[in-house]
């Protein structure tokens, strides 16, 4: 199992442009997250999915959007990209969200530079 | 609202000195607790849950909910646990995951 996969790594944009982190996951899991972490902050909650076609705002869901055409797939869309979107995002998933199914595995980050 | 709050940032320890990393949270009714751990360039993971009450690579976390805490504890502490660490929280109801803004553990030679 490759887990939970995010693209791209590395991510320099401009002010104004769009871009989408795409994410999949293989362990046929339910739950599925993206957070963004600042420097010196904790994770915070972007949206999350509890099943395909099933999507919900987090913590900060402000100047993205998300869909959940699929079990595996998250993508997160950034639109008219801004300074204050410059951070690490993970994507994550989970069987559950409770009890002991409701360990979460996450990706390898996502590095976005705005400027 | 804060839900997770992890005091220290940086936390260093000697190899085989006690290490405890700390975390308090607020959350009114019966929350599930959890340690995650970064190591250098590994992928954020799950180390213990608070419902499973068990030791792995020798730490322990007890959730006292008088004062609020589950804090992360070893006797020991070993170089290979120098990593980034972060306390989380799982309400009983709801879909939301909160994390600590993390502490990083520097184990000394």
Known sequence: NAGVTQTPKFRILKIGQSMTLQCTQDMNHN???W???DPGMGLKLIYYSVGAGITDKGEVPN???VSRST???FPLRLELAAPSQTSVYFCASSYSSKGAGNT???GEGSWLTVV | AQRVTQPEKLLSVFKGAPVELKCNYSYSGSPELFWYVQYSRQRLQLLLRHISRESIKGFTADLNK???SFHLKKPFAQEEDSAM???ALSGRTGN???FGTGTSLTVIP
């Open chain 2, 96 to 98: 939301q995951f909160y």
């Open chain 1, 71 to 73: 079990t595996e797939d």
């Open chain 2, 85 to 87: 660490y972060y306390c």
């Open chain 2, 66 to 68: 008088g004062e609020t």
């Open chain 1, 31 to 33: 739950y599925m997250y």
């Open chain 1, 35 to 37: 957070y963004r972490q």
């Open chain 1, 104 to 106: 979460i595995y996450f």
């Open chain 1, 63 to 65: 100047g993205y959007n």
